[in-house]
């Protein structure tokens, strides 16, 4: 399974997708999955954070689910934050949870092609080693010159 997504496909993703289930979110400010999943929320996507350890809490509005199976009604995307190593039960568990599901989609360094493979079996687009944040601001025109737009806002704003 190749790693080279056309911008085509990439944008349709992006278009289509609704509701995101952010795996392995944290609750820390300056962490990647924080603010990608922020980032999200941000940009209209229904973002629902998973992750056991901060399991009842609130993040951009949202209840923390301890898993995927946690979640009440459907997921267009599953946006993986874990270890590639950790990625096959994730999928299987968003299979077997979200019969709609659209996309897997594993972060920056995030890559197994079993899963990817187990995925795209059952018609599920998947991404690999890419950021839906990046992509985003790249496609949509939101790139800045200086470079990314990490979308952090100072706290003393």
Avoid at 18 to 33: F, Q
Avoid at 86 to 95: G, K, R, T
Wanted: proline share 5%; hydrophobic share 40%.
């Amino acid at each position: 399974m190749s790693n080279d997504y056309s911008d085509a496909f990439l944008r349709d993703i992006l278009t289509r997708t609704k509701r995101v289930a952010v795996v392995g979110v944290s609750m820390n400010p300056v962490r990647p999955s924080y603010y990608v999943a922020r980032y999200l929320s941000l940009k209209g996507f229904e973002v629902v954070p998973v992750n056991p350890g901060h399991a009842g809490e609130r993040v951009f509005g949202a209840e923390v689910k301890a898993s995927l199976s946690e979640i009440e009604g459907g997921v267009d995307m599953v946006d993986i934050f874990r270890r590639s190593e950790h990625v096959p039960p994730i999928v299987e568990e968003a299979l077997g949870c979200f019969p709609d599901l659209q996309t897997v989609w594993m972060q920056i360094g995030v890559e197994n092609h079993e899963a990817a493979e187990a995925a795209a079996a059952r018609g599920v687009d998947v991404v690999m080693n890419r950021c839906p944040k990046i992509e985003y601001q790249r496609l949509f025109g939101e790139l800045r010159m200086g470079g990314f737009n990490t979308g952090v806002i100072s706290s003393k704003l």
